[in-house]
């Protein structure tokens, strides 16, 4: 959440409403902690996708390869019109040995 400005209604009505809980709580105690909290909250990163030939790459293995693990189900990926992306997460997963990326 950003914390950019609230207003002072809201402010002093989240207060009230929190004060039975938090005895001790006021309105700057709450902005100073919406703010750490945003502060100290980790970016969402989307999980980046490959292209076919960059996911074949990684594995060793033919771009063909990685079409029919796509296929059959044994790599994670989707298709964006005509084109396959792969889950570079998962690409990392059968790299470091936790799935065999030649069992399609």
């Not at 039975?20 to 945003?38: F, Q």
């Not at 790459?57 to 033919?62: E, K």
Request: with cysteine; charged share 20%; aromatic share 2%.
């Amino acid at each position: 959440m950003k914390v950019r400005s609230i207003p002072a209604n809201t402010l002093t009505a989240t207060v009230t409403l929190l004060r039975p809980y938090c005895g001790e709580l006021t309105e700057t105690k709450l902005v100073a902690a919406l703010r750490s909290a945003d502060a100290n909250a980790a970016p969402e990163t989307p999980n980046p996708m490959l292209l076919v030939r960059e996911a074949a790459a990684i594995l060793r293995v033919s771009p063909w390869t990685v079409v029919r693990m796509l296929r059959a189900g044994s790599l994670r990926g989707q298709k964006i019109g005509q084109q396959w992306r792969v889950s570079a997460e998962h690409v990392g997963e059968l790299t470091n040995g936790k799935e065999n990326p030649g069992d399609a």
